[in-house]
Nanobody, 114 residues
Framework: QVQLVESGGGLVQAGGSLRLSCAAS????????LGWYRQAPGKQREMVATITNGGTTNYADSVKGRFTISRDNVKNTVYLQMNGLKPEDTAVYYC????????WGQGTQVTVSS
């Protein structure tokens, strides 16, 4: 059973930084893609950033230049460094791991005050 445990969310003022972590366990296979998605109240879940096991990254236009995704393949952990946070970044952030199928973490709240 694949499990994803997220950490690092919290409350921060606009312009501040947070670093999210997501540790995956329980997979017998390598993780192809790791990513972060977010869902704000009343909105659909949207992709924030993804990274392949080869290191190819993809970012939503709204976070380019502010957020950086990285991964440690030995630890099966993905990180999201968020700088220059804005109130519109407020959302529950979910970790995604794509192996043979997709697995989601439980989510971590990020709140950015103006």
């Amino acid at each position: 059973q694949v499990q994803l445990v997220e950490s690092g969310g919290g409350l921060v003022q606009a312009g501040g930084s947070l670093r999210l972590s997501c540790a995956a366990s329980g997979s017998r296979f390598s993780i192809n893609v790791l990513g972060w998605y977010r869902q704000a109240p009343g909105k659909q879940r949207e992709m924030v950033a993804t990274i392949t096991n080869g290191g190819t990254t993809n970012y939503a236009d709204s976070v380019k230049g502010r957020f950086t995704i990285s991964r440690d393949n030995v630890k099966n952990t993905v990180y999201l460094q968020m700088n220059g946070l804005k109130p519109e970044d407020t959302a529950v952030y979910y970790c995604l791991a794509v192996i043979i199928q997709g697995y989601w973490g439980q989510g971590t709240q990020v709140t950015v005050s103006s």
